[in-house]
């Protein structure tokens, strides 16, 4: 079983800077490809952006040249480095591990972004 834990949430201007991260609880985290989901209010969640075992990245149109995704394998966490932030990127961001079938996610942390 892989546990997630998400932090760095929080309240911030527009324009503002917030860091999540996640810390996985799994031996072989290297291997999984870890993700950032997020759901705003009436919202599906959707992809934020992704990271593979081998460091690929993909991101949502929407959080391009904004946002960057990173992980180290030592101490198990991935992060979302958050720029730019706007008031549509509030929402409740989740971390996901998958690797073939098993899939797993965090409890989520809040972002709002208002003035």
């Known amino acids: 079983q892989v546990q997630l834990v998400e932090s760095g949430g929080g309240l911030v201007q527009p324009g503002g800077s917030l860091r999540l991260s996640c810390a996985a609880s799994?031996?072989?985290?290297?291997?999984?490809?870890m993700g950032w989901y997020r759901q705003g209010p009436g919202k599906e969640r959707e992809l934020v952006a992704v990271i593979s075992s081998g460091e690929t990245t993909n991101y949502a149109d929407s959080v391009k040249g904004r946002f960057t995704v990173s992980r180290d394998n030592a101490q198990k966490k991935v992060y979302l480095q958050m720029n730019s932030l706007k008031p549509e990127d509030t929402a409740v961001y989740y971390c996901?591990?998958?690797?073939?079938?098993?899939?797993?996610w965090g409890q989520g942390t809040q972002v709002t972004v208002s003035s």
């Open positions: 799994v031996s072989m985290f290297r291997i999984f490809v």
């Open positions: 996901n591990a998958r690797w073939g079938a098993e899939d797993f």
